[in-house]
């Protein structure tokens, strides 16, 4: 299964942004991970196969939403208020079973850039 992330950017703070990725095949359960230079990676989001229970980072929770389209096998971050923490490559990925680190499969990573 290839992943294919899109969305990042440069926002100011305070800003949005949404990722997608697209899966070439079946996917079970999904997540976005992000690593910011000079930091360990984390998971900052996670949804289950069935799209119904969810899991955020304390980092993120409240400003983050994941949500997935299982007809186009796709699913999306929502990024509002930004911060220049929030600054990474983030990745999406893929499992049979929970979201870590270290999925099965992952992306190739898209920057965000949040500026003060």
């Known amino acids: 299964v290839q992943l294919q992330a899109s969305g990042g950017g440069l926002v100011q703070a305070g800003g949005s ?3 997608s990725c697209t899966a070439s095949g079946r996917t079970f359960a999904v997540g976005w991970l992000r690593q910011a230079p000079g930091k360990e990676r984390e998971v900052v989001a996670a ?3 069935a799209g ?3 899991w955020y980072s304390n980092s993120v929770e409240g400003r983050f939403t994941i949500s997935r389209d299982f ?3 796709t699913w999306f971050l929502q990024m509002s208020s930004l911060t220049p923490e929030d600054t990474a490559v983030y990745y999406c990925a893929a499992d049979t079973a929970r979201i870590g680190i270290r999925p099965k ?4 990573g898209t920057q965000v850039t949040v500026s003060s």
């Open 47 to 49: 949804i289950n196969w």
């Open 105 to 108: 499969y992952r992306g190739q």
């Open 52 to 54: 119904k229970t969810t």
């Open 17 to 19: 942004l949404r990722l």
């Open 71 to 73: 007809n186009k096998n």
